[in-house]
């Protein structure tokens, strides 16, 4: 396992300068954001301008780009084409994983599963791990259920992110039964009713994580993915997470 960062720490701040932030902080690996809205990159410039993409995904400051997350906001077959563009990405960069978001509660069943099975096609032609973002408010809320899609969706993998089997009373829901699925980790400190603290004020833990994830197997990246908090030393945050998780690796 290694210690990457999103860009996604830097939200107000386009790509290059993100990448010279965390190099600063002494980060060696990323996970560079191309989402429509709010991303450093937008999966409609990924489709639109590839080539020019390419070449500032290769301009990393010798980070290693561990994941690319991708949020596409187009339907129908705009939304595959524009998949189809951030995997060729993937691979013109030789990154292997890539977050992806599961659709809001109430989407059918296996309306979703249809729609992450030619995802994953489209993927796997490119020799790119799709990987099942938990996250509040979405199908994947639920560890369970994530199970189940990945169970019926060959190829699926899962970006964990504890934090939000933590925030809203979640913490009594377990979700040991999605560790042999997971290929990327997303880390922030939580609470019950904050989806992110101060490190070391929330709940997360973290040497239990690494233990049950060593275990597993798992050998890529822990990505802090840290925004910025009022009043609060964002530098010295991104700092302490890293050093904690170096720490115990």
């Given at each position: 396992?290694?210690?990457?960062?999103?860009?996604?720490?830097?939200?107000?701040?386009?790509?290059?300068?993100?990448?010279?932030?965390?190099?600063?902080?002494?980060?060696?690996?990323?996970?560079?954001?191309?989402?429509?809205?709010?991303?450093?990159?937008?999966p409609s410039e990924v489709a639109r301008d590839w080539d020019?993409?390419?070449?500032?995904?290769?301009?990393?400051?010798?980070?290693?780009?561990?994941?690319?997350?991708?949020?596409?906001?187009?339907?129908?077959?705009?939304?595959?084409?524009?998949?189809?563009?951030?995997?060729?990405?993937?691979?013109?960069?030789?990154?292997?994983?890539m977050v992806v978001r599961a659709s809001e509660l109430g989407?059918?069943?296996?309306?979703?599963?249809?729609?992450?099975?030619?995802?994953?096609?489209?993927?796997?032609?490119?020799?790119?791990?799709?990987?099942?973002?938990?996250?509040?408010?979405?199908?994947?809320?639920?560890?369970?259920?994530?199970?189940?899609?990945?169970?019926?969706?060959?190829?699926?993998?899962?970006?964990?992110?504890?934090?939000?089997?933590?925030?809203?009373?979640?913490?009594?829901?377990?979700?040991?039964?999605?560790?042999?699925?997971?290929?990327?980790?997303?880390?922030?400190?939580?609470?019950?009713?904050?989806?992110?603290?101060?490190?070391?004020?929330?709940?997360?833990?973290?040497?239990?994580?690494?233990?049950?994830l060593e275990r597993v197997g798992y050998h890529r990246a822990?990505?802090?993915?840290?925004?910025?908090?009022?009043?609060?030393?964002?530098?010295?945050?991104?700092?302490?997470?890293?050093?904690?998780?170096?720490?115990?690796?």
């Amino acid at each position: 396992m290694f210690v990457a960062a999103s860009t996604n720490c830097f939200p107000d701040l386009p790509l290059d300068s993100a990448l010279e932030r965390l190099v600063d902080l002494e980060y060696t690996a990323v996970e560079i954001v191309i989402h429509e809205t709010g991303g450093c990159l937008k999966p409609s410039e990924v489709a639109r301008d590839w080539d020019r993409v390419v070449r500032r995904c290769r301009q990393t400051y010798r980070m290693t780009v561990a994941a690319y997350s991708v949020d596409i906001e187009a339907e129908g077959p705009e939304y595959f084409g524009q998949l189809a563009a951030c995997c060729r990405l993937a691979k013109a960069t030789r990154v292997v994983t890539m977050v992806v978001r599961a659709s809001e509660l109430g989407t059918p069943f296996n309306a979703e599963v249809e729609r992450l099975r030619e995802m994953v096609r489209i993927a796997t032609g490119e020799g790119v791990r799709l990987a099942l973002l938990t996250e509040t408010g979405r199908m994947s809320e639920d560890p369970d259920t994530v199970v189940v899609l990945c169970d019926n969706v060959h190829g699926l993998g899962v970006t964990l992110d504890p934090s939000h089997f933590i925030y809203g009373g979640r913490g009594g829901k377990g979700y040991r039964q999605l560790l042999k699925y997971v290929c990327h980790v997303r880390l922030r400190d939580t609470t019950p009713e904050k989806l992110q603290v101060r490190v070391g004020q929330g709940r997360v833990e973290y040497g239990k994580l690494l233990a049950q994830l060593e275990r597993v197997g798992y050998h890529r990246a822990l990505c802090v993915d840290i925004t910025p908090m009022d009043g609060v030393d964002h530098g010295g945050e991104l700092r302490k997470m890293r050093l904690l998780l170096e720490s115990l690796l």
